[in-house]
Nanobody, 129 residues
Framework: VQLQASGGGLVQAGGSLRLSCAAP????????MGWFRQGPGKEREFVGA????????YYADSVKGRFTISRDNAKNTVYLRMNSLKPEDTAVYYC???????????????????????WGQGTLVTVSS
């Protein structure tokens, strides 16, 4: 599965951006889709994830209430809406895909980068103060 992330850019603190992650030519309706980020000098960290049905989401505490993940399986696209951006949100943002298996717990797997087999190339978000 090839993933293409887009939508990054420069925004002032308090502003908003929407990132997109597309899987052209591929049906990813059975995949949990996650967003991760890596800031300057930091390790990659979990941002949020959405269940393959779109009915469940899970967020890191640092973005809860500000970021929203959604997906459109008909368009093979997942979105990360980021509001009230802060300078500490500056990072390269990556989308990733995890093929769900029967009986697994979404909340136990969604936040673990090792669970994701497919990764996009990343898109840079810079938040100025």
């Amino acid at each position: 599965v090839q993933l293409q992330a887009s939508g990054g850019g420069l925004v002032q603190a308090g502003g908003s951006l929407r990132l997109s992650c597309a899987a052209p030519g591929r049906t990813f309706s059975s995949y949990v889709m996650g967003w991760f980020r890596q800031g300057p000098g930091k390790e990659r960290e979990f941002v949020g994830a959405i269940h393959w049905t779109g009915g469940y989401t899970y967020y890191a505490d640092s973005v809860k209430g500000r970021f929203t993940i959604s997906r459109d399986n008909a368009k093979n696209t997942v979105y990360l809406r980021m509001n009230s951006l802060k300078p500490e949100d500056t990072a390269v943002y990556y989308c990733a895909a995890h093929l769900s298996s029967m009986g697994e717990s979404f909340y136990n797997t969604a936040g673990k980068p090792t669970q994701y087999a497919y990764w996009g190339q990343g898109t840079l978000v810079t938040v100025s103060s």
